[in-house]
């Protein structure tokens, strides 16, 4: 295709000449010349300045310097305001894109944070991020810096950011390492709403479930199993309870990944609800049972015990020890009550009732908890706990809670309470 866009060295001459041929409309026709010329040239942040100055002529507003109203005075009314506003998105959505395309991610993003849709965007960065890794073998090593600090700016507008957690985690998981990618989740994503934590929290656990059953395999391979240790396939179609059970079971002490990583990945992959996920915590957290006491670290109650409570968390997710893990629960619940400890215990209680399906006994637990007192736990400060009315809409238990509410003089949740029940009645 021929570029008719008018060459720097002649575009001076023609702007003039097509400015000065037809009053308003040889101004239109000037910009329109420029904008063509700005985008065959790549000049994007141009582009911007010039959509902002030609909205400013076209709505009779100042072309440069404050801000003010048709004819240099006054405010800009609220008509105007709009108008440029609506001018500048586009604006923003016209120079942002073709930057994300050249693979401008910083300066793209600039333009698009705020007149795109995040998940359009979200889609457009993953598929930088595979260009790179389809490229390069391994995300530790590259020695281009051009495509390295392309991956640091993708790393810091998917996860510093906040547009796609799960892919920032990903890329530093493959790029930094365990640690690295733990530490990134607790001051990024930590603070986020459960349902975006969920996503970056299974790439951590599908990461350590993979470490383990590689170094798993290995050391099988080393103790002399049937296949080489090189061959990083059983690792992925051989279950690591499998692996664990040749290696010698639960009487084995041999460690095979660092041990303070195993328990913050347990410890995060609690927001997790995909099934698959949950399968791998589980997995993870018997492996943590068979560790030596003298390499664990103690956790927070009621996960003291941080590969025993785990297993019974994840497990009964699956259908394992049910009773058992809700017995666990229940009595530390009760316990931190008494000691007046915190509220993690009870709200883990709450959680699990309410994952297995069991809306009302998770109503219960949760009146139990108190209504004034320690800070609320991460569980319930992140989302990942329903809301009282919404386990009382569940479970159809209204009276409980209503109760609850006049005993606590909490009249908000009583009417939101009343309002849900209403709306319950109506739809049946």
Not at 128 to 139: F, K, P, Y
Not at 198 to 217: F, I
Request: glycine share 8%; charged share 25%; net charge negative.
């Amino acid at each position: 295709m021929t570029d008719l866009s008018p060459k720097p060295e002649d575009i001076f001459a023609q702007l003039a000449a097509t400015a000065d041929s037809a009053g308003a409309a040889g101004a239109a026709a000037m910009f329109d010349t420029l904008a063509a010329s700005l985008k065959a040239r790549g000049r994007w942040h141009a582009l911007f300045d010039l959509r902002l100055l030609e909205a400013r002529i076209a709505l009779g507003l100042p072309a440069t310097g404050e801000l003010t109203g048709r004819g240099g005075e006054g405010d800009v009314s609220p008509a105007d305001r709009d108008q440029l506003d609506e001018r500048s998105l586009a604006a923003c959505r016209e120079v942002g894109w073709p930057l994300l395309e050249a693979g401008q991610v910083a300066a793209a993003w600039m333009y698009l944070r705020a007149s795109a849709a995040p998940a359009e965007v979200a889609e457009k960065l993953a598929g930088l991020a595979d260009g790179i890794t389809a490229s390069q073998e391994n995300l530790h090593t590259i020695d281009d810096e051009e495509t390295a600090a392309r991956l640091q700016e993708i790393v810091h507008v998917a996860l510093w950011e906040g547009l796609d957690p799960a892919l920032g985690i990903d890329l530093i998981v493959r790029s930094q390492g365990t640690c690295n990618s733990i530490t990134a989740y607790e001051q990024a994503v930590s603070r986020l709403p459960a349902r975006r934590q969920a996503p970056a929290a299974g790439v951590l656990v599908h990461h350590l479930h993979r470490e383990v059953a590689t170094a798993l395999a290995g050391d099988l391979a080393h103790r002399g199993a049937a296949f080489s240790a090189a061959d990083t396939s059983v690792a992925s179609i051989t279950p690591l309870l499998d692996l664990l059970r040749q290696v010698g079971g639960p009487d084995d002490s041999s460690i095979h990944v660092d041990v303070s990583h195993l328990q913050s990945v347990l410890r995060i992959a609690r927001v997790c609800t995909d099934p698959d996920t949950i399968r791998e915590a589980w997995e993870l957290a018997c492996y943590a049972c068979r560790l030596p006491s003298d390499v664990v670290y103690p956790g927070e109650p009621p996960f003291e015990n941080v590969g025993e409570s785990s297993r019974l968390f994840f497990g009964a997710q699956l259908g394992h020890d049910v009773d058992r893990a809700i017995g666990l629960f229940r009595r530390s619940a009760a316990r931190a009550r008494i000691e007046e400890s915190g509220t993690l215990p009870a709200d883990t209680l709450v959680l699990l009732f309410t994952r297995l399906g069991r809306p009302k006994e998770a109503l219960h637990a949760a009146l139990e908890r108190p209504a004034e007192g320690p800070m609320p736990s991460t569980m319930l400060a992140s989302g990942m706990l329903p809301s009282l009315v919404e386990l009382a809409t569940a479970a159809d238990s209204w009276d409980e809670l209503l109760a609850a509410c006049r005993e606590r003089g909490d009249e908000i949740t009583f009417a939101a309470t009343l309002a849900a029940r209403q709306r319950a009645h109506q739809s049946r």
